[in-house]
């Protein structure tokens, strides 16, 4: 029986079976035709969003900013970045969202700030020793004259972590140089973002994305790390120098509390850590959501899928809570394409060593077909990356000369970074940047976008846009009431297969022959547009047995 307790719960922990769809905001939708996308073009496409099915968006940030790090870098949290719009365009966005049923998320970034931050300006003009340098890590560097930096620790996207000021003094910046990390031993610091916190619950956000949650506390014995690093790949360590340190916990306590103050809000955590550590970071008093990058990161194996997926659903309910599933993000090369590549590829490599020949683009989207399906019938939360519903390739041969993330820089041009999944979406055919805006947009797009855009695509029942409504609507109707999952009822070591309360099953082929469903089944969804009966390699089906 549902008892009045039971439905205020379900309510308030809407997030637990969300589907969340995250807004590149620079890509997504140009409104007022300066080749960035903006506020104003999110506001024109949430009917889009609302009739695709999903429950809410994440806009990644939209704070005034230089924009060095697609605005991770950021120079005034309480305010819009004006290329996006203002304050003003934000609360018209929430409250339309809200109006058509969706919850927004906003992105919060507590592990650094800008350089152009006012409290990173006041810091580098005042003495040595002024306490207005202990809201960053401010430090002597090493030697006789102190010219070399204070520890060996390496800067995610390459180099040093610590740039000299013009006074001798080192600050740690554990992403680009335009972004210093904040002390988060300091009181005020602390205090800052519980106020930031407030200041968009107030404005009307559901929750928030928290940018780097394994980052923040740093070893304040300035430790050597004596290792290298690969973009966001080294968090696994526990108690790191930098990394998903113990510490880092008393910290997330602060937010939750603000957080608990208004009652159904939330956060996801984006914490890179070891896969027994991230039950940590969402327990009862801590976060709501850490995104499951174990599976984003699988390769297409059935064995290796079926472990990592199972072991997220164990540790997930070890801290009685639900997993939190992502095929991909604006941080890594798009899934049709990873899944399209030679099994073990070094996808980061990849992009500019290649061998570019080595893709199947085609295998590729036939298993981002697959990997959807699967993905939305896991017990627990979702978030899509747009584009995704469109089956958005990678653009792996943008121009050089054009790359704007600060990972081909400062690698030394040995990196190629993540510019290749935030080609602008096309919305249209034909016309200019395929209807992201009335100009060229600010990454050009391949001429075969054009097939990929949503008007190339709405209406017909072989795309994967229109397999991605069907199976969001059967979600939300069949899918979302109890995080129960019976693994193997295909008793196949080539069918990664499981069942759900209700009785639905979702099998998915990664044998090299067809398989046959049992006798009797209904199918209700199949991932190939061409299923009549038989299963085919690399192909996923819904159905009641
Ligand atoms: C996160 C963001 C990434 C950004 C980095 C630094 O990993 O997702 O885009 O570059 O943090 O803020």
């Known amino acids: 029986m549902i008892t009045f307790g039971t439905l205020v719960q379900m309510s308030d922990q809407w997030w637990r079976n969300a589907v969340i769809y995250q807004v590149y905001i620079r890509s997504f939708a140009d409104a007022n035709g300066d080749g960035t996308g903006d506020i104003n073009g999110i506001r024109s496409k949430l009917p889009y969003l609302a009739e695709l099915g999903v429950n809410g968006l994440w806009v990644n940030p939209w704070y005034a900013s230089p924009l060095n790090d697609g605005g991770y870098d950021v120079a005034d949290y309480r305010d819009i970045e004006p290329s996006y719009g203002t304050l003003d365009d934000a609360k018209a966005m929430i409250a339309e969202a809200h109006e058509l049923g969706l919850k927004v998320l906003v992105d919060l970034v507590p592990n650094h700030t800008s350089n152009e931050h006012e409290w990173f300006q006041q810091a580098i003009a005042a003495p040595i020793g002024d306490p207005s340098r202990d809201r960053y890590h401010i430090r002597p560097g090493r030697g006789i004259d102190g010219s070399e930096p204070p520890t060996d620790w390496i800067a995610v996207f390459g180099g040093s972590a610590w740039e000299q000021l013009d006074d001798g003094e080192w600050y740690l910046h554990l992403f680009d140089t335009s972004q210093p990390d904040l002390n988060w031993t300091n009181t005020e610091v602390q205090e800052e973002f519980q106020d930031i916190f407030r200041f968009w619950c107030e404005l009307g956000?559901?929750?928030?994305?928290?940018?780097?949650?394994?980052?923040?506390?740093?070893?304040?014995?300035?430790?050597?790390?004596?290792?290298?690093?690969?973009?966001?790949?080294?968090?696994?360590?526990?108690?790191?120098?930098?990394?998903?340190?113990?510490?880092?916990?008393?910290?997330?306590?602060?937010?939750?509390?603000?957080?608990?103050?208004?009652?159904d809000r939330m956060m996801v955590a984006e914490a890179w850590v070891a896969p027994d550590r991230a039950p940590m970071y969402i327990r009862p008093d801590e976060y709501h959501q850490t995104f499951a990058f174990d599976f984003l990161d699988s390769n297409w194996d059935r064995d290796e899928m079926r472990a990592r997926v199972a072991k997220v659903i164990e540790t997930t309910a070890s801290v009685d809570s639900v997993p939190t599933w992502t095929l991909s993000n604006h941080d890594v090369v798009r899934h049709a394409t990873r899944y399209g590549l030679p099994k073990g590829t070094p996808w980061r490599k990849w992009l500019l060593d290649g061998p570019h020949d080595q893709l199947d683009a085609e295998l590729g989207l036939r298993r981002a077909r697959a990997a959807v399906l699967l993905m939305l019938a896991l017990p627990g939360g979702v978030y899509l990356y747009?584009?995704?519903?469109?089956?958005?390739?990678?653009?792996?041969?943008?121009?050089?000369?054009?790359?704007?993330?600060?990972?081909?820089?400062?690698?030394?041009?040995?990196?190629?970074?993540r510019d290749g999944c935030r080609v602008p979406i096309p919305w249209a055919a034909s016309g200019p940047s395929l209807g992201f805006g009335a100009n060229d947009g600010w990454l050009p797009q391949p001429e075969f976008f054009s097939e990929f855009s949503m008007e190339a695509q709405q209406g017909d029942p072989r795309s994967i846009l229109e397999l991605y409504r069907s199976a969001l609507s059967f979600r939300t109707d069949q899918l979302t009431s109890d995080p129960e999952i019976t693994w193997d009822p295909a008793a196949s070591p080539e069918v990664l297969s499981f069942e759900r309360p209700g009785g639905l099953q979702c099998w998915v082929n990664f044998g090299p022959g067809p398989v046959e469903l049992p006798e009797g089944a209904t199918v209700v969804l199949a991932s190939d547009p061409d299923f009549s009966g038989q299963m085919a390699t690399d192909t996923a089906v819904w159905f009641w047995a």
């Open 205 to 263: 956000a559901d929750g928030f994305r928290v940018d780097v949650a394994h980052g923040l506390a740093k070893d304040m014995s300035f430790p050597d790390a004596g290792e290298a690093a690969e973009l966001l790949s080294n968090a696994k360590t526990p108690n790191h120098p930098y990394w998903d340190r113990d510490d880092v916990h008393e910290y997330i306590r602060q937010w939750r509390a603000v957080l608990d103050e208004y009652g």
């Open 386 to 417: 747009q584009g995704e519903e469109l089956g958005l390739p990678e653009v792996y041969d943008l121009p050089l000369d054009i790359l704007d993330d600060p990972v081909w820089r400062l690698s030394g041009n040995t990196s190629k970074g």
